[in-house]
């Protein structure tokens, strides 16, 4: 008697976000060119051609997977620089979420932005550009907000904007590389204090009596 033939099953089903969060994580964990398909097939529990009809390529993949990243971020950190805060305070809570951002015990060390695909192979060139522009429109919000400071006075008129803004995205980019590296959370909140004391504009009283002095006490 002949054995019925088996029908194969269905695809599993994946959901949609399950599966970016999936990719976000790897991502994160091993950069863009220390992915490769199969290791997002298996963590997923799917094959490469579903991979491929949910999401297209890897490239296209990584686009998706940072976008659902940043969207979890982006608008409390863009309610904090649009608050009505002074543009200090604004600048000081903004930094500081991005630390706790960096420093998740949950979750891999670093920014998934911030250091991504500085490094990368031709073929790549265009994940690289993409991170960059990531990256420039995260400058270009803090330079908008300065902008506002010197409307409403809280900055000198003649104040560098771009530069100043750049200077605190180098700080945001440390930070992720130094928590990849193992730094804590204080450590990162005091380097903020000391880069806070760059501020080129008047702060109230209390932000005065708050503000750090150039140099801190020794950490562990």
Same mark, same amino acid.
């Given at each position: 008697?002949? *054995?019925?033939?088996? !029908?194969?099953?269905?695809?599993?089903?994946?959901?949609?976000?399950?599966?970016?969060?999936?990719?976000?994580?790897?991502?994160?964990?091993?950069?863009?060119?220390?992915?490769? %398909?199969?290791?997002?097939? *298996?963590?997923?529990?799917?094959? /490469? =051609?579903?991979?491929?009809?949910?999401?297209?390529? !890897?490239?296209?993949?990584?686009?998706?997977?940072?976008?659902?990243?940043?969207?979890? #971020?982006? %608008?409390?950190?863009?309610? @904090?620089?649009?608050?009505?805060?002074?543009?200090?305070?604004?600048?000081?809570?903004?930094?500081?979420?991005?630390?706790?951002?960096?420093?998740?015990?949950? *979750? /891999?060390?670093?920014?998934?932005? $911030?250091?991504? +695909?500085?490094?990368?192979? #031709?073929?790549?060139?265009? +994940?690289?550009? &993409?991170?960059?522009?990531?990256?420039?429109?995260?400058?270009?919000?803090? !330079?908008?907000?300065?902008?506002?400071? +010197?409307?409403?006075?809280?900055? /000198?008129?003649?104040?560098?904007?771009? %530069?100043?803004?750049?200077?605190?995205?180098? @700080?945001?980019?440390? &930070? $992720?590389?130094?928590?990849?590296?193992?730094?804590?959370?204080?450590?990162? !909140?005091?380097?903020?204090?000391?880069?806070? %004391?760059?501020?080129?504009? #008047?702060? $109230?009283?209390?932000?005065?009596?708050?503000? =750090?002095? =150039?140099?801190?006490?020794?950490? /562990?």
């Amino acid at each position: 008697m002949e *054995k019925p033939v088996r !029908k194969r099953g269905r695809p599993r089903l994946l959901d949609r976000d399950v599966g970016l969060d999936i990719a976000a994580r790897l991502f994160w964990e091993r950069g863009y060119e220390g992915t490769s %398909t199969a290791d997002l097939t *298996k963590a997923m529990g799917i094959n /490469p =051609p579903t991979l491929y009809s949910m999401f297209g390529s !890897k490239e296209d993949l990584y686009r998706q997977a940072l976008d659902f990243s940043i969207a979890r #971020e982006s %608008t409390r950190r863009s309610q @904090i620089l649009q608050s009505h805060l002074p543009a200090y305070d604004a600048l000081r809570l903004y930094l500081y979420d991005i630390a706790d951002g960096d420093t998740q015990p949950d *979750k /891999p060390r670093g920014c998934m932005v $911030s250091t991504a +695909v500085l490094q990368h192979a #031709e073929e790549n060139a265009s +994940v690289a550009r &993409m991170t960059a522009a990531l990256r420039e429109a995260s400058m270009q919000a803090l !330079k908008a907000r300065f902008d506002r400071a +010197v409307e409403e006075g809280e900055l /000198p008129t003649q104040t560098d904007t771009d %530069t100043l803004a750049r200077f605190y995205g180098a @700080i945001i980019q440390g &930070m $992720s590389a130094q928590a990849c590296d193992g730094a804590c959370n204080t450590r990162l !909140k005091r380097l903020i204090d000391i880069a806070l %004391t760059a501020w080129p504009g #008047e702060l $109230s009283r209390q932000d005065l009596s708050e503000r =750090p002095g =150039p140099l801190l006490p020794r950490g /562990p």
